[in-house]
Antibody, heavy 118, light 108 residues
Framework: QVQVVQSGAEVKKPGASVKVSCKASGYTFTRNNMHWVRQAPGQGLEWMGIINPSGGSTSYAQKFQGRVTMTRDTSTSTVYMELSSLRSEDTAVYYC???????????WGQGTLVTVSS | EIVLTQSPGTLSLSPGERATLSCRASQSVSSSYLAWYQHKPGQAPRLLIYGASSRASGIPDRFSGSGSGTDFTLTISRLEPEDFAVYFCQQYGSLPWTFGQGTKVEIK
C-alpha cells in the first residue's frame, strides 16, 4: 500500500534553515510528482511547490522563490524540502502530498511541525 | 494566480441535515481541475472529490461535487457525526496550484 512518511518536528531559530524529508513506499517513486503544502496556525493550506522525482525538475510558488529548495534521492525514494532564512511566520505544519493521475492528492504525509522561535 | 473564495466561512448544522459549500474561482478553472478535501485537526487532509465531481476511492456517496468554470459546490446530503470538519477546495489546472481558505462545518 502507498505510504508517505515525513520526518519529525523541528524547532529552529530565526534566520536558520530547515530540511524536511518525505519517504515514499508502495509504488514506483519516479512515476508521481510530489508537492509540498503548508498550514500556518489558524490559516488555510498554502501550496509551496512541486518536484518531479524522475528528472528532479521543480516549480516553486513565487512567494518562496529564492528560499525553498526541493530535491529527491531516488535510491531511497525520498524527497526533501529545505526552507532557508526562517522567520516566525514560517511556523507551520508542512505536508508532502503525492500527485495522482487525476492531478489531485490522494496520499499525504502525516505533516511535520516546524516552529521558528528565538 | 487563481484565487479561490469559499463560502460560508462557517456552517452550523445538525447531524442528518444537508450541507452545501461553495467555492468560487477568480478565473475559469481549466478542465474542471477542482478538488475538495476534508481536514480534521491533527490529521492530513483527505481527498473527497477530484475533477469537480468524481468521488475519490472509499468516499461515501453522501458526498457529491458539481460545477464548472468559476463556480463549484460540495454537497453533503446527510451529515454524519464524523463529517464535522473543515473543507477546502483546490484548483490544480494552472500553476501555482491554490486552495480556498476553508469552510468549517460545525455541530449546531
Amino acid at each position: 500500500q502507498v505510504q508517505v512518511v515525513q520526518s519529525g518536528a523541528e524547532v529552529k531559530k530565526p534566520g536558520a534553515s530547515v530540511k524536511v524529508s518525505c519517504k515514499a513506499s508502495g509504488y514506483t517513486f519516479t512515476r508521481n510528482n510530489m508537492h509540498w503544502v503548508r498550514q500556518a496556525p489558524g490559516q488555510g493550506l498554502e501550496w509551496m511547490g512541486i518536484i518531479n522525482p524522475s528528472g528532479g525538475s521543480t516549480s516553486y510558488a513565487q512567494k518562496f522563490q529564492g528560499r525553498v529548495t526541493m530535491t529527491r534521492d531516488t535510491s531511497t525514494s525520498t524527497v526533501y524540502m529545505e526552507l532557508s532564512s526562517l522567520r516566525s511566520e514560517d511556523t507551520a505544519v508542512y505536508y508532502c502530498a503525492r500527485e495522482d493521475g487525476s492531478g489531485s492528492y490522494a496520499y499525504w504525509g502525516q505533516g511535520t511541525l516546524v516552529t521558528v522561535s528565538s | 494566480e487563481i484565487v479561490l473564495t469559499q463560502s460560508p466561512g462557517t456552517l452550523s448544522l445538525s447531524p442528518g441535515e444537508r450541507a452545501t459549500l461553495s467555492c468560487r474561482a477568480s478565473q475559469s478553472v481549466s478542465s474542471s481541475y477542482l478538488a475538495w478535501y476534508q481536514h480534521k485537526p491533527g490529521q492530513a487532509p483527505r481527498l473527497l472529490i477530484y475533477g469537480a465531481s468524481s468521488r475519490a476511492s472509499g468516499i461515501p456517496d453522501r458526498f457529491s461535487g458539481s460545477g464548472s468554470g468559476t463556480d463549484f459546490t460540495l454537497t453533503i446530503s446527510r451529515l454524519e457525526p464524523e463529517d464535522f470538519a473543515v473543507y477546502f477546495c483546490q484548483q490544480y489546472g494552472s500553476l501555482p496550484w491554490t486552495f480556498g481558505q476553508g469552510t468549517k462545518v460545525e455541530i449546531k
